[in-house]
């Protein structure tokens, strides 16, 4: 983290670049790696707002593609097709209204992150439950060949969620962007390339 008075440059950078956060870089890098978007493709984006993830994503997958994002927080975009947005918890979906928006998805992100404590156990926990969560929804909805990327704190039990990516998807890779700050315990797994398809079915 920039030490008081010292401008965030990621910060600067989004404001110059017209996005609503710094995060966008940390998913920029992450792509510009692995090359998790393209043309025509359809996105899940758990935790979503304000929104940067969004801008960067509907970009890359353009008019032919869509993009629908998920959060408990309003966004601080317009959406418009080819962005969808469902407002919600996570973990009390109405997964109808996502299937009446796209009934599969080649790529689910998830920048979700619990509301922190300060207290390091409390908080690996819940950003575990949360990465957990989105892991259940990338296999109801992701299609074989797809990519999954999901943010968590690290910890101990970080093999709870490493463990079944490794098993589910053909490369597992964990990445610390640049743009994650360095005092910051977030971590990105990254799997790619899904074996099977939607509840298990072989794609």
């Known amino acids: 983290m920039p030490r008081p008075g010292i401008p965030d440059p990621f910060r600067m950078r989004?404001?110059?670049?017209?996005?609503?956060a710094r995060a966008i870089y940390k998913l920029k890098e992450i792509d510009e790696k692995y090359r998790l978007f393209r043309e025509g493709q359809r996105v899940l984006?758990?935790?979503c707002a304000p929104g940067s993830w969004l801008q960067y994503i509907a970009a890359r997958v353009g008019p032919r593609g869509l993009v629908l994002g998920?959060?408990?927080?309003?966004?601080?975009?317009?959406?418009?097709?080819?962005?969808y947005f469902i407002r919600g918890e996570v973990g009390s979906l109405d997964l109808e209204a996502i299937t009446a928006i796209s009934?599969?998805?080649?790529?689910?992100?998830?920048?979700?992150?619990?509301?922190?404590?300060?207290?390091?156990?409390v908080d690996q926990q819940r950003s575990l439950d949360l990465s957990l969560q989105a892991l259940e929804?990338?296999?109801?909805?992701?299609?074989?060949?797809?990519?999954?990327?999901?943010?968590?704190?690290?910890?101990?039990?970080?093999?709870?969620l490493a463990a079944p990516m490794q098993q589910e998807f053909r490369r597992f890779r964990q990445v610390k962007p640049a743009g994650s700050?360095?005092?910051s315990k977030e971590l990105y797994l990254l799997g790619l390339q899904r074996l099977r398809g939607p509840q298990g079915a072989k794609g």
């Open 14 to 20: 989004a404001r110059a670049e017209g996005y609503v």
């Open 45 to 47: 984006d758990l935790g």
């Open 70 to 83: 998920v959060d408990a927080a309003e966004l601080a975009i317009p959406v418009a097709p080819p962005l």
């Open 181 to 183: 700050r360095a005092a």
């Open 137 to 160: 929804l990338a296999r109801r909805f992701l299609g074989s060949g797809g990519h999954f990327l999901v943010k968590i704190f690290a910890g101990p039990d970080l093999p709870l």
């Open 103 to 121: 009934p599969g998805f080649e790529v689910v992100v998830s920048d979700l992150a619990p509301k922190t404590t300060g207290v390091r156990d």
